[in-house]
């Protein structure tokens, strides 16, 4: 874990340490308690909302955030004598402070600054649940804390005001961006007790605006009052943004830090602000601090005093953080590591939990990239949930019955996306929809024995509840519709798109056909069969396993195209993924990729795609999505072809899919590569090799690094919403290390690099932890397996849950 000239991470590994304010982009933290997310910035830019990123939002975020914060929760300091006046957070990064210091943590940034002799830390974080208790779907309150501490430093006695402020921008983020001068008319504040609260009259719930079908769009109020209070005595306050900058000026160099003064006063129709004022007089030496609450309560509730109750004292504040790190801790508690390699450890031991956890509460909407337009996408719900399967199945399952289920529709298609203040979700036919909550539930049961979730009677979409049935006829619905959904020569159709939302014109006719997918559905309802054989469903299973068999040898007979397989055919028969693509989308990971690990391919076959891979994929910076990128629009591949070139969709270097290939990579024993690919494309060893290069956050994942198609090979984008930290720990834990849950129990079987000769693995299942010890000999990268459990032999490699709440010994010895 090499310093570069940014920072560094802890030695743990919990914390980067960031050094230098001013970066290409801002760093972005989510610390969220599953309610209120505040989407953080390294210098405290960034915006907060509450249940819902696009219409619960508190806290705004300008559509130019990026290359700089433009607006954030800060905290201005003013020593009264001289007029001086600087911003804690050292914001913007442009005018430097004596000193500067931001520490990245799992649920909180602290900043910490120091200039002209008074040291400041602020430290933003959301209270959690209890992190004792808690379990399933419990959330925490509807409020982030900001814990300030503020020190003088020099040798004389001092008076500095310190100015709290953030914007507000309630309800629904599209108006906001679009139409401010007409929303902001809605804004009503009052000061109450020092406490400033900021209600909207209006609140365009639903996504597409007033204009919407729903008539009750431009009636209805926003359903909180958000305040902001404080533990400090309050001198001063405004709410008027207006006010508070000044014509011509920004949050740079606001206006009122030219007397100090606030004007005392709220905002009526107004752009709405919260600023809070106190003035301390601080002895050398001597430290004041104090708590500010940013929240929401219900509009008609007189006052917020439950949650300055909860959390109004530097004391009751403290608390609450001892219980973020400990909810924290929880999360990130199982599985752990340790191998040779630090930098692995500590991204999947914290990192990639933490990413995971925070997705799986927001899909795609963490970061700043999405800004809140996703909505909950059911596909990469159930894929993003396996994170916390190992730690706390019990919130998969309430993940799975209250939000994934319900977004079946009735005919078997789910919704693509989902809007839980609605309840309207989009029809899209996405192909792959179907077979994406096979994947979560057979993990699931895997993990736990528990087969009862498909008995959960759970309502399809759009019937208000009135139409419903068991999860496991909804599942086998899914499927069902999966097979209804194929061409003349028995292809499965790709519809508007599969997994690649941005290969959208290939089958718009109903007639193109999706390779990729074939593999996918394999690998789910082979997945699902312990759950048909549970409900000793055989019927059904010797029907799909038939099908199954046709699939492969079709696939086999149609799409191999020597060295691979097609990735797509369009409805006009022209297809993509073939030698005849030179020019763009010639080889595709994710058909090829599905095709191993489904066992569709054989082994000479396996042999050539890898051998393929290694020809066409690598780069220095990660793997191809594809290759090439298509060098000019193609309408009959459609978006995909209309990125950049090297970027995004096309043929970028994504994390996601090219977590497919690992698991393809590990799936065929090729623990050198496997490891080989998962080290190249880690955040933190991109940041160390180039951090100029890669330039975005060294601790979560991103989307995709930059081509060498591109303008900038090797840059990383949209850090936090990616599936590739969920996938790399699929990757780390199922197949590196191989310890993966089955119907039968803990089944081992890993595929390591060569070097190694040990790595341990402590995970909980089933109600015990098993402290798993792998030793090989090096050289060997997959080999047989020989399992001591407690000291004593077992037969195969299948341990079986324990079930005894106690710890048990593993030892694995691989060999030739
Ligand atoms: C994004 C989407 C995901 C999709 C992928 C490829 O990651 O969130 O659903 O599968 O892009 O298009």
Known sequence: MRKTKYGKFSKDGREFILEKPLLERPWMNVLSNGRWCYVASHLGGGYSFVGNPTVGRVTRWHVDGVPRDTVGKFIYLRDEKSGDWWCANGYPPTRELDSWKCHIGLGYNRISSRHKGIAAEITYFTPMPDAKKSTGSD??????????????????????????????????????????????????????????????????????????????????????????????????????RHEFVGPYRSLDDPQVMDSG???????????????????????????????????????????????????????????????????WEKVVSTPRIKTPDRDLDMMINYWFKYQGSNLSWWNRNTGYCYSGIYNFGVRDACQDAVSRLPQDPA?????????????????GDYAHGGNFLSMLGTRTFHSDDPLNPLFIMANYVHETGDYSILDEVTPYAHTNGKSTTSIYRHLVEGIDFFWSQFSKRGLPLILKADWNDALDQMGNGRKGESVMLAGWAIICIEMFYDCMRHKCDYGRLARYQKKIEKLRKRVNRLCWDGSWYWRATHDSGWVLGSRKNKRGGMIFTNPNAFAIVAGLADKPRTRKILASFDKYLDTEFGSYCFYPPFPEPDSRAGIISRFAPGTKENGSLQGHNSRWRIWAELTAGRGDKGYDLIKRMLPCALHQKCPDTYRIEP???????????????????????????????????????????????????????????????????????YEIEIRKPRGLEKGNVRLIVDGEELPGNVIEAHGDGKAHSVCVFVSK
Not at 261 to 290: I, M, T
Not at 714 to 727: K, L, Q, R, Y
Not at 749 to 768: F, I, N, Q, V
Request: proline letters at 3%; glycine letters at 8%.
């Open 139 to 240: 959330v925490g309150d509807a409020c982030e804390l900001w814990l300030v501490k503020l020190t003088n430093t020099g040798k004389r006695r001092r008076t500095v005001t310190a100015t709290n402020y953030a914007e507000l921008a309630l309800g629904n983020w599209f108006e906001d961006t679009s139409w401010r001068e007409f929303y902001l008319l809605f804004n009503r504040q009052e000061q109450k007790r020092g406490v400033i609260y900021t209600r909207s009259t209006q609140w365009v719930k639903y996504l597409g605006g007033w204009q919407a079908v729903n008539s009750d769009a431009n009636n209805i109020p926003f359903d909180l009052a958000v305040f902001m209070a404080s533990s400090a005595g309050v001198t001063g306050f405004e709410g008027d």
């Open 395 to 411: 919130w998969v399952r309430e993940h799975i019955v209250k939000r994934i289920m319900i977004w079946q529709f009735e005919g």
């Open 261 to 327: 003064k606030l004007r005392n006063s709220v905002a009526v129709g107004r752009d709405a602000c919260l600023a809070l004022q106190h003035k301390f007089s601080l002895k050398p030496g001597e430290s004041a601090e104090y708590v500010v609450i940013l929240g929401g309560v219900d509009k008609d509730a007189a006052d917020a005093r439950e949650l300055t109750r909860r959390y109004g004292t530097v004391r009751k504040a403290k608390a609450a953080f001892r219980n973020n790190q400990a909810y």
């Open 699 to 769: 601790y979560v994942a991103c989307q995709f690094t930059y081509a060498p198609e591109s303008d900038r090979p090797g840059e990383g984008s949209h850090a936090w919403a990616t599936g590739t930290a969920c996938w790399t720990l699929l990757n780390v834990w199922e197949h590196m290390f191989g310890v993966r849950p089955v119907a039968e129990g803990l089944l081992i079987d890993p595929c390591l690099p060569s070097k190694w000769t040990r790595a341990k693995m402590s995970r909980e299942y089933r109600g015990a932890t």
